[in-house]
């Protein structure tokens, strides 16, 4: 079984332009979340997926952020305009959504986003 | 609002020492969950341990243990016989029982163990 899949796992991009990660659960595993890490603190929550729809955005998700998680598989996080302040570690992670409460969450290797 | 508190940043420990690490949370929920997460320098969360606020029995893992106490709000951490690869940090983590299914995670122990 495999883990937790993030593409790409390191971004350098310059501030202004877009990026694109994508996210890949443990098969068959119906929640998807988001975390962002910066140096020497813990993650942060972002959103979060049961199967397609997007059922909470932290305030830490600003209007530049999008999520999607079109087909309840795979989820993409979207940056526009990047700014400086969005270099940090993007983390995804999945639980089976079988149960009415919390699940253990497994967790990806990581983007680590570089913003110049 | 649920807020986790590591309170040491670094600790050095010497192969074959006990090493443990400090965990205090706040919460309003009367039911959550507790969990300890292992960062390795290759960066990806490895899930180690969870617990329930319902049951306050400690136990051991193979080299892990935890101690939770829920008067004080703690949920300690305990590695026994620290080998190199244990070096990494380590993340404290809570969560409400249901609905809220964000983890709310602590700033992180830097474990280094000292061959």
């Known amino acids: 079984d495999t883990g937790v899949s993030q593409d790409p796992r390191h971004k350098i991009t310059k501030r202004g332009q877009n990026v694109t990660f994508r996210c890949d659960p443990i098969s068959e595993h119906n929640r998807l979340y988001w975390y962002r890490q910066t140096l020497g603190q813990g993650p942060e929550f972002l959103t979060y997926?049961?199967?397609?729809?997007?059922?909470?955005k932290s305030r830490l998700l600003s209007d530049r952020f999008s999520a999607e998680r079109p087909k309840g598989s795979f989820s993409t996080l979207e940056i526009q305009r990047t700014e400086q302040g969005d270099s940090a570690m993007y983390l995804c992670a999945s639980s089976p959504g079988t149960s009415g409460g919390q699940e253990t969450q497994y967790f990806g290797p990581g983007t680590r986003l570089l913003v110049l | 609002a649920q807020k986790v508190t590591q309170a040491q940043t670094e600790i050095s420990v010497v192969e074959k020492e006990d090493v443990t690490l400090d965990c205090v949370y706040e919460t309003r929920d009367t039911t959550y969950y507790l969990f300890w997460y292992k960062q390795p320098p290759s960066g990806e969360l490895v899930f180690l341990i969870r617990r329930n606020s319902f049951d306050e029995q400690n136990e051991i893992s193979g080299r892990y243990s935890w101690n939770f106490q829920k008067s004080t709000s703690s949920f300690n951490f305990t590695i026994t016989a620290s080998q190199v690869v244990d070096s990494a940090v380590y993340f404290c983590?809570?969560?409400?029982?249901?609905?809220?299914?964000?983890?709310?995670f602590g700033k992180g122990n830097q474990v280094v163990v000292i061959p």
């Open positions: 997926f049961q199967n397609e729809a997007q059922l909470e």
């Open positions: 983590a809570l969560s409400a029982y249901y609905g809220n299914n964000r983890l709310a």
